[in-house]
């Protein structure tokens, strides 16, 4: 089976290569757990394969045969700018490499369109100098935006969705929760013919149990990131929560929470120290 890398080399030796062809997959963390350095990761590592392969071979290694990098790295978020995006994934790794990737990384912002109802004042969330942080195009359901936006880039691509969690603040005023379970579920299904990975994030303090099983439910795979306490010290552990057609193919030894590091290369997996 084919895969597309998510970049983070000890998940993807984990998982045979990466992600199947057509995944989506649920990045689902509590604040600061690594989380959100994931998807930085994962974005600029995939970007940088194509922009610099030494730094590539650095910092990740050899991709498995079975593997295809996507064509493109698109990154989609509904409240953040350009400035806020580059400026945190550059803080979050070594700057050479956080560069490296941004050059290929294809940035969109939906704020007009997340805050344009709000009481949000509008000189906050529009940046009248530049296109290359909005997305163009007539007021409408955030669903039905995002859905636009992945029907013209999601083919054969890495496609990160920064967060879920902004489409759950929104529940009562643009759209219901039933909306964003729907939402998932069909993106799956059509994900499956475009044939990239699709990576959504999510802060899982902001649903109930009851929302976060039905998201694991209706995704391909999900990846849980959480704080765990080993006597007074934190550390940030990673769990392969679900993966449809993939965790039975992984040797059971594997199948453990792991301990992760933040550091230069972004977000990493420890090879030594796992938390059963």
Known sequence: MERIPFGISRLDITLNGGAPRGSVVLISGESGAGAREFVYTAAVMNATAHTDESLFDLHYGQTARNTTLPEEIHYISFTESYDQFAREVE??????????????????????????TSPVPRDWYVDESSDRTRYPGEQQNLVNLTGDMLNERAENNLVV????????????????????????????????????????????????????????????GSLIFDWSTGGSVLARTLMLRSFRGILSQIDEDELVKFETDLGDSGFSISDVRKIR
């Open 91 to 116: 803080l979050s790794m070594e700057k050479n490499l956080a560069q490296a990737g941004l050059e290929r990384i294809q940035f969109q912002s939906v704020a007009d369109s997340y805050f344009r």
């Open 161 to 220: 969705i920064d967060s879920l969690s902004d489409l759950v603040s929104a529940t009562g005023e643009q759209l219901e929760w039933p909306d964003i379970v729907y939402f998932v579920k069909g993106l799956r299904r059509v994900a499956h013919e475009w044939g990239g990975l699709i990576l959504l994030h999510v802060d899982h303090e902001t649903l109930t149990e009851t929302e976060q099983g039905q998201l694991i439910d209706s995704c391909t």
